[in-house]
């Protein structure tokens, strides 16, 4: 098993789309294991277009936020709360099965419903970790990940793998789903603010500083502090790249590369940060092979793409034809799905 964050200290890169395409198209190649997305973004995009899209998908949410009891990441926040430093073991009853709810999900795949109500507690969770017990800031950074072990002890440890769909903002429960996962996924899109955010993500996380004396993030000291293994970068992803023409196709290409130099420096002096992948794989020895194994492209669908979104479809799934959307009739066309979901199956099969 696995589990990894989705998550780019930058909004609008597409990253809960991501977290929805590949989550869904890994449970469809890997029908035997379950897939577990916990959605610790308070926007609940990824929860969205995962339990039905813009109409379905928001009516769900809705149901499920207002029913009693909150079955929601929330929720379970709420029971740490009220038990910061010891386990209540009520994580297994948080894990929602999608199918049900929304047929063109695989059946294997769960969901921990995002909610809004993540901003009004997050004050509550940093309290919990000081004062406290000594070692409050770690016994708090592991909630998640039990969380997760009460979801899987559940199912008698089944194979498993876990997507977090993480909230942009370097906040605490940001700090907790990182502190959860093994490996990190980080998607980007094809522009200069993009290329600062992936310098903070190696900043904030790693300690990895631009320049010399750059103060370090609390996260990055209290987990060397407590010894606590930080996640590995197992891919980084130009997201929704545009190819209208020549000219900008370029352009994106050029920054996406940038991008890419920026990581292969960091790879070059600090290589025990990723994780080379797949498993037994050899150690990247040049700079094409570095970008073989952890560079991706998810080219943008256009129409498509929305259409995946807003009708809760996973992209793989889609077909070509015309499509009801919001009372609008829209054409999808092959032209568009072609150009991204070899992009989608190609991510999710890197996937161990």
């Known amino acids: 098993m696995a589990i990894y964050a989705v998550w ?12 929805f395409q590949v989550a869904a198209e890994y449970a469809r190649i890997h029908p035997l294991k379950k897939v ?13 277009m995962l339990l039905g899209g813009m109409l379905t998908g928001e009516s769900n949410l809705h149901r499920i936020h207002y029913a009693n009891p909150r079955l929601t990441i929330s929720g379970y926040v709420e029971d740490r709360i009220l038990s910061p430093y010891v386990n209540p073991q009520t994580g297994a009853r948080y894990a929602v099965q999608v199918r049900p709810l929304n047929d063109p999900i695989p059946q294997n795949l769960f969901l921990i419903v995002g909610d809004e109500q993540l901003e009004i507690q997050s004050s509550r969770v940093s309290a919990a970790t000081n004062p406290g017990p000594q070692e409050a800031w770690r016994i708090v950074h592991t909630w998640i990940s039990d969380l997760i072990r009460d979801i899987v002890a559940s199912w008698n440890n089944a194979d498993h793998t876990v997507f977090i769909d993480c909230n942009p903002s370097f906040s605490i429960y940001t700090e907790l789903a990182l502190s959860a996962s093994d490996r990190l996924i980080v998607p980007f899109s094809a522009d200069g603010s993009s290329k600062r955010a992936v310098r903070a993500v190696l900043a904030l996380v790693y300690g990895v500083a631009r320049q010399p004396g750059q103060q370090q993030s609390e996260f990055f000291l209290n987990s060397r502090r407590f010894r606590m293994a930080l996640p590995t970068l197992y891919m980084y992803v130009g997201n929704r790249l545009t190819q209208s023409n020549q000219t900008s196709a370029a352009a994106f290409k050029s920054v996406v590369n940038e991008i890419g130099e920026e990581i292969y420096a960091v790879w070059q002096a600090n290589a025990n940060l990723f994780c080379v992948h797949p498993g037994g794989a050899l150690i990247p020895t040049s700079k094409r092979v570095f970008k073989q194994m952890f560079q991706y492209e998810v080219n943008d669908a256009n129409t498509a793409s929305v259409v995946s979104g807003t009708c809760g479809i996973p992209i793989s799934g889609l077909t070509s034809g015309h499509r009801n959307v919001l009372g609008k009739n829209v054409m999808v066309n092959q032209t568009q799905l072609d150009k991204q979901v070899p992009n989608i199956r190609k991510l999710a099969a890197a996937i161990e």
């Open 8 to 19: 780019n200290n930058k909004g609008g890169v597409g990253k809960s789309y991501l977290t």
């Open 36 to 48: 577990i997305v916990v959605d610790l973004c308070p926007q609940a995009n990824s929860s969205s």
